[in-house]
């Protein structure tokens, strides 16, 4: 999911009552929600799609769930150390309790591959065990409707909090709401399937703002269809063309993190590789454009 879905998160598990076991509670699960996203400072030595290959896999995966919280604990618990000594630490503070600032950091981190587990870009939740991709296919990544519930609950909270009034049971009325809605996402994906064969890929792609939609993906070897429209211009299987377009620099971690790879020849006689589930992007998103030598039909 987005930055903001994840920061929203970890604020609303703050207003259900979390944010008072420790001093630096709040930024604990705000921080630790966002914290496993440290990999995209990939994007400074990764050029063009190489991020794919790497996003979303060691800093998602069991032993950063262990040590990212322990890191972020340390460095806030540090933090109100430094403040105290130079007389800075706010007196409104609550006194810091690191088994529970490591605990919120923690609940706070898993709570960031629970939510990217929900899309169809899929994450690696084993990495460095396994390099198996993993998909809920309920929520789009971008989720307004996730959005204007936790910002209003959030609001609300924080609001009658001020105000001296009951302000934890608006966030744990929106966290039911939430997995309530997370739970209905997942039967419809569920029901968009049940009354089409089955392939070797099948994705139910949820839509932006209509979450009752979903977009239908079946298919294979570069052949698919979505939504009853095929798309792939050739079969990947045909001759060795998986091994030669993989030989391509950027095509090797593209391929690793596709999940449903096709090749489309433009009417221009270019070859873009993509992805099914991301194909209506466009060609400047999740697109290689590979030289045509490694895409024609091989002799022998």
């Known amino acids: 999911m987005d930055n903001l879905t994840h920061s929203l998160v970890g604020a609303l598990l703050g207003q259900c ?3 008072k076991k420790t001093g630096l509670a709040m930024p604990a699960l705000i921080l630790g929600a966002n914290l496993p996203d ?27 769930w262990v040590i990212l919280p322990l890191v972020l604990a340390g460095l806030l618990w540090g933090w109100d150390r430094w403040q105290a000594k130079r007389g800075k630490r706010p007196e409104k503070r609550l006194p810091i309790n690191f088994t529970w600032l490591y605990l919120l950091s923690l609940i706070g981190c898993l709570s960031h591959p629970a939510l990217d587990w929900m899309n169809v870009y899929g994450i690696r939740l084993l990495e460095p065990f396994s390099s198996q991709w993993f998909y809920g296919d309920v929520l789009f990544i971008i989720d307004v409707w996730l959005w204007a519930l936790l910002i209003g609950s959030v609001w609300i909270s924080l609001r009658r909090e001020k105000r001296g009034g009951e302000w934890m049971k608006p966030a744990r009325t929106a966290l039911v709401v939430m997995l309530a809605y997370i739970g209905v996402n997942a039967v419809i994906s569920e029901v968009s399937l049940a009354s089409g064969p089955r392939h070797r890929v099948t994705i139910a792609n949820p839509l932006p703002i209509a979450f009752w ?5 079946t298919g294979s070897d570069g052949r698919y269809l979505v939504d009853n429209v095929p798309l ?15 030989a391509v620099p950027e095509a090797a ?13 433009t009417q221009d006689g270019r070859y873009l590789l993509q992805d099914a589930r991301f194909s209506g992007r466009g060609e400047g998103a999740f697109t290689i454009e590979l030289p045509a030598e490694v895409c024609e039909p091989q002799e022998f």
């Open 17 to 19: 009552g979390l944010k």
């Open 38 to 64: 440290i990999d995209a400072a990939c994007f400074f030595w990764l050029d063009g799609q190489g991020h794919l290959g790497f996003r979303r896999g060691i800093t998602h995966g069991p032993i950063a």
């Open 213 to 217: 939609e979903r977009q239908v993906i």
């Open 232 to 246: 792939g211009d050739f079969d990947l299987l045909e001759t060795d063309k998986p091994d030669i377009i993989a």
């Open 253 to 265: 971690p593209f391929l690793f993190w596709s999940r449903a790879p096709f090749i489309h020849v």
